[in-house]
C-alpha cells in the first residue's frame, strides 16, 4: 500500500492546482485554486484554447476594456473550474479577488456572481465552494452566503481565533495554511524545525480538536504544505489540500498510515469553547504576531498574482 492510498482512508485528498492535467492524473476527489496557481496554469500552452473561448464572452458581455478585463478574469476561473470538475467526483473551490478581502457587500457581490457563472453552465452549486479570506469582513460575507446556500472554503487562516470565528459563522470549510506558518517560526528559529515540532501541524491539530470536541460541522483542510511529513502527521484531517508534487511523493512510497487526528482524541482533548465578537476576534488575532503578519502577507500574494494574472492577458489578448 502507498502512503496515499493509506492517507486516503481517513482523509479526503484534495489537489492544490490549477494545473487540469495534473488534476486529471492525481485523481483526488476536489480541486482547490487560487490567483497564483491560476496564473501560473494560464501561462501554459496547453491552456491557450480555453483563454482565447473565455476572451470571446468577455467581449460580448463588457462595454468597457476595463469592464471586459473583470468578467474576463471572473470567467476564467470559473472556466478553469469546470474543466477541473470533469476530472473530480467532488467539489472545486474558486477564489474572491484578495483586494475584496475587507468588503464584506462586494464580497457577497463577487460571489454570488462566480456561483452565477457555474449555474449557468450547468454546475451546481453544491460542487463549488467559494474561497475568501479569513478576515472578519471576510467571515461575515462567508455566513450570509452559507444561509444562501453557498458554500464557503475560508482560506489564508492561520491564528486560532480566525479558525473559532469561521466555526461559529457556519461556514462549510476552512484552509489552516501549514507551510506558511512554518515557514515563518522556521525564519524566526534560523533552522530547521523537527517534524513531531512542527507548527504548522500543531496549529490544524488544535483547530482539528476544537470543532470536533464541540461538534461544530466546519470542516477542517489542511493547505500549504511544505514536505511529506506535515501530510503524515494530519492524516485524520477532514480534508488536505497537497500539490501534485506531494502527491506524487506520497504516491511512491510505500507504507500504512495510522491516523494522528481522530473524533475520539478530539473529544478528550483540553480547552475551553469560545464565542468571539468583532472586539474579542481583532484582539485574539492580533495577539498572535505570526497571524497578522502571514494573513496580511497573503492578503497582498493572492492580490498581486490576480493583477500579474490581469497584466499577462491584457499583454496576449485582445479586448
Known sequence: MTLLDSLKQYTVVVADTGDIEAIA?????????????????????????LIDETVVQARSEGRTPAERMTILMDRLFVRFGIEILKHIPG??????????SFDTEATLLKARQLIGYYES????RDRILIKIGSTWEGIRAAERLEKEGIHCNLTL??????AVACAEAGVTLISPFVGRIYDYYRKEKGSEIPPDQDPGVASV????????????RTQVMGASFRRVEQITRL???????????????????TGELTPALTVAGAQASAG????????AFRWLHNEDAMATDKLAEGIRRFNADARKLEDFLGRNVSL
Open 157 to 162: 487562516l492561520f491564528s486560532f481565533a480566525q
Open 272 to 279: 475551553e469553547r469560545l464565542h468571539l465578537d468583532e472586539k
Open 121 to 124: 453552465a450547468g454546475i451546481s
Open 235 to 253: 492524516a485524520g484531517s477532514d480534508l488536505l489540500t497537497i500539490s501534485p508534487d506531494l502527491i506524487a511523493a506520497l504516491a511512491a512510497s
Open 25 to 49: 492524473k492525481a485523481k483526488p476527489q476536489d480541486a482547490t485554486t487560487n490567483p497564483s496557481l491560476i496564473l501560473a496554469a494560464a501561462q501554459m500552452p496547453q491552456y491557450r484554447g
Open 205 to 216: 491539530t488544535r483547530i482539528y480538536n476544537y470543532y470536533k470536541k464541540f461538534g461544530y
Open 91 to 100: 467539489r472545486v473551490s474558486t477564489e474572491v479577488d484578495a483586494k475584496l
